[in-house]
């Protein structure tokens, strides 16, 4: 058997000086989808996620609350674990920093860069945003805010550690300008290309005044900067110390997918470092947008922060799920509300596929005891519904590639509502009283459950939960090691086949007034 393409992505790793909000859910919600869209596709996928748990920010939040810093996070990383658990989310490794099989890779690509003499000992001078662990200079900060978050910057005076990103800079913009699909979407490669073009400064990789982060290797006062640190979190589970030919099948990376805020660390610290390690780059690193709620960004202060836990306790995971995969276009800033989740709910999930399912098997009950028999011969109807069904396959896998994530949930669901005219279309009520359309009437039942049987493959990366329950109801294997093939195929199920008992998929959410 000819061996499956490998396939590896990656979400940023969370930092646990909180429990995690929709925002955190969506970007994760997203790598799954296509996690679980290659894995549908035939790629021997990798999907990695964990948590950032070093830095000044963690370390004072500890101290805040009279802990250390890994009790202080430890409950926190727990609460991401299950939180992705519940969310259905199908990493196939969890990284935390903190681990000693991350040290050693932090202190190892600390050590190899050193030894070129790409890092040296100097005194940094500068201002320094502790929320954001991020270094900046006078001309980059506005009315003395960090122009990320708008929270204030302290002034950094002490020993460290450099390393010499300039010396990667023209290689750097040689490899944006050769690669365009590098950095996606495009207005964050021109951001981009527009920062390295002012030049790269020497950054600062370590700091003195607070100790919890891994060791500088030899000069043990000094730890690492958190995200140099955290950015070699992506070698560390593939292999990179200890498993070469797992490292050689993962590396490059084929997504990193990040906030549009990290695009900065991911496309210029991240590349200069494995470039330093005589690595490849990443194939891609894409920036989504941001999600916020009510037209508003998210924030304790304005108290709008949405837990996603309690949202899956009310409406379930695959409705989450489906709405954020659904609601927003990915490179774009997109807009959470509770009202337009139960829109979703009621109208695409409740009505359009809760209703298709429940009428296909109702109608094989009442029609043919719950069989479906042998089909001979279509109409003009028919093929057009099974044309549809292919066309749908083709473009829906042309999407997914292409990370156009939302537009292949409407392909999908554009096909839902063409199975739900369908059955407008042929009137099966009618069929069923005359003895000439007893055909046409197997016909269609065949037709509708090849449709679902369909649906349920094409749903299963957006709601894994929801496919399953679909293939049950339907009498069919379990999704698990289902093929995209299988939905290139027309006139699968057998005749003679026995579908199961319908059952509501999703409940009606009556909105109160
Ligand atoms: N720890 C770093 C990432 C290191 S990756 C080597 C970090 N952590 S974070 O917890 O602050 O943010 C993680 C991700 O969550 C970022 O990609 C960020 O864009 C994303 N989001 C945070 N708030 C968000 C929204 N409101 N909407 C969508 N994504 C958001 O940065």
């Known amino acids: 058997m000819a061996e499956k393409e490998p396939f590896y992505i990656t979400t940023p790793i969370y930092y646990p000086s909180a429990n995690l909000h929709i925002g955190h859910a969506y970007c994760t919600t997203i790598a799954d989808s296509i996690a679980r869209f290659r894995r549908l596709a035939g790629y021997d996928v990798f999907f990695l996620t964990g948590s950032d748990e070093h830095g000044q920010k963690i370390q004072q939040k500890a101290e805040e609350m009279g802990t250390t810093p890994l009790g202080y996070v430890d409950p926190i990383v727990a609460n991401f674990q299950k939180l992705w658990e519940k969310l259905g989310i199908s990493n196939d490794d969890f990284i935390r920093t903190s681990e000693k099989r991350h040290e050693a890779v932090v202190q190892e690509i600390f050590r190899r860069i050193q030894a070129k003499g790409d890092i040296y000992k100097g005194e940094y001078k500068g201002l320094y945003c502790v929320p954001c662990e991020s270094y900046w200079t006078e001309r980059q900060i506005e009315d003395g805010k960090c122009p990320d978050c708008g929270r204030a910057v302290q002034e950094v005076a002490e020993e460290s550690y450099f390393f010499k990103l300039d ?176 829109t979703r709910i009621n109208a695409d999930l ?50 997914m590639k292409n990370m156009e994530i939302s537009t292949a949930v409407k392909t999908t669901w554009a096909f839902v509502s063409r199975a739900n005219k369908y059955i407008d279309e042929k009137t099966p009520w009618t069929l069923a009283k005359d003895e000439a359309k007893a055909q ?64 509501q998929l999703f409940p009606r959410i009556e909105v109160e007034k």
């Not at 920062?195 to 400064?201: A, C, N, W």
């Not at 200890?242 to 695009?263: C, M, N, R, T, Y």
């Not at 409740?350 to 098997?361: E, M, P, S, Y």
């Not at 269609?444 to 293939?471: C, D, G, H, Q, Y």
């Open 167 to 342: 010396n990667y800079a023209d290689r750097l913009l040689a490899h944006i300008e050769a690669h365009p699909e590098f950095i996606e979407p495009a207005s964050r490669r021109n951001e981009m290309i527009n920062f390295i073009k002012q030049g790269l400064e020497d950054l600062s990789i370590s700091r003195t005044s607070f100790d919890w982060g891994v060791p500088v290797p030899g000069d043990e006062k000094h730890v690492i900067y958190v995200w140099f640190d955290a950015l070699t979190n992506y070698l560390t589970p593939i292999g990179f110390l200890d498993d070469p030919e797992k490292f050689a099948k993962f590396w490059p990376a084929d997504i990193h997918l990040v906030g549009k805020e990290i695009v900065r660390f991911h496309t210029i610290i991240w590349p200069c470092i494995l470039m330093a390690l005589d690595l490849p780059l990443p194939k891609q690193v894409y920036g989504h947008g941001w999600l916020i709620v009510d037209g508003d960004k998210m924030s304790k202060s304005k108290g709008n922060v949405v837990d996603p836990m309690l949202l899956i306790d009310e409406f379930g995971a695959d409705a989450i799920r489906y709405f954020l995969l659904r609601e927003i276009n990915l490179g774009q800033d997109g807009n959470f509300s509770r009202d337009a989740l139960i």
């Open 350 to 399: 409740a009505n359009d596929l809760g209703n298709l399912l429940h009428r296909t098997l109702s109608m094989i009950k009442k029609y043919h005891g719950g069989e479906l028999r042998e089909v001979v011969g279509e109409d003009a109807i028919d093929a057009s519904l099974r044309e549809m069904a292919a066309a749908t396959v083709r473009d829906y896998e042309a999407q």
């Open 440 to 503: 046409d009437l197997i016909c269609t039942m065949a037709n509708l459950a090849e449709s679902l049987r369909i649906i349920s493959v094409l749903v299963s990366p957006f709601m894994p939960v929801t496919a399953k329950r679909i293939r049950e109801q339907l009498g069919l294997t379990d999704i698990d090691g289902v093929q995209l093939d299988e939905a290139r195929s027309w006139r699968v199920i057998p005749a003679g086949h026995r579908v199961g008992t319908p059952e």
